[in-house]
């Protein structure tokens, strides 16, 4: 089965993207993977352990609204699997590797005016690239 990797980090040009891959893995027969990359704060690396892992509540709020989009905009009788999953990594690296086996990556945009719209953001850039 495919399956489609999409970044998302709360922002509503991460939804957009959300909404566009959740679309397309729905006529593609292909499985849908929503992916969140965090990084702790610089404080939190001094005080956790390494078997330690930091907080995800708020990263966690994001995939729960994410997974509640994807399954409220499917229609009755569609059916899409779903899997979602919190990268501690910096973005690039965390969306590079949750996409090695996949079919597609999907990434969002920051939606900084008209001209610059129109420009590859830098985590598409990076992905692209590597």
Same mark, same amino acid.
């Given at each position: 089965?495919? @399956? ?5 980090? %709360? ?5 957009? &993207?959300?909404?566009? &891959?959740?679309? #397309? ?11 969140? &990359? ?9 005080? +956790?352990?390494?078997?330690? #892992?930091?907080?995800?509540?708020? &990263? ?6 994410? +997974?509640?989009?994807?399954? @409220?905009?499917?229609?009755?009788? $569609? $059916? ?9 990594? #910096? ?9 090695? $086996? ?7 945009? $920051? %939606? ?19």
């Amino acid at each position: 089965m495919e @399956t489609i990797v999409v970044g998302v980090d %709360g922002s509503s040009g991460s939804f957009d &993207a959300l909404d566009w &891959a959740a679309q #397309e893995a729905l006529l593609r027969g292909a499985a849908l993977e929503i992916v969140l &990359a965090v990084l702790p704060a610089p404080s939190a690396n001094f005080y +956790l352990k390494h078997e330690q #892992e930091p907080d995800t509540g708020a &990263a966690d709020k994001v995939l729960a609204e994410a +997974l509640e989009r994807v399954h @409220t905009h499917l229609a009755d009788g $569609q $059916q899409l699997e779903v899997r979602s999953r919190v990268i501690h990594a #910096e973005t690039v690296p965390a969306l590079i590797e949750a996409s090695g $086996q996949a079919d597609l990556l999907v990434v969002g945009y $920051q %939606g900084r005016g008209a001209f610059s719209g129109m420009l590859l953001g830098s985590a598409s850039l990076h992905c692209a690239t590597n």
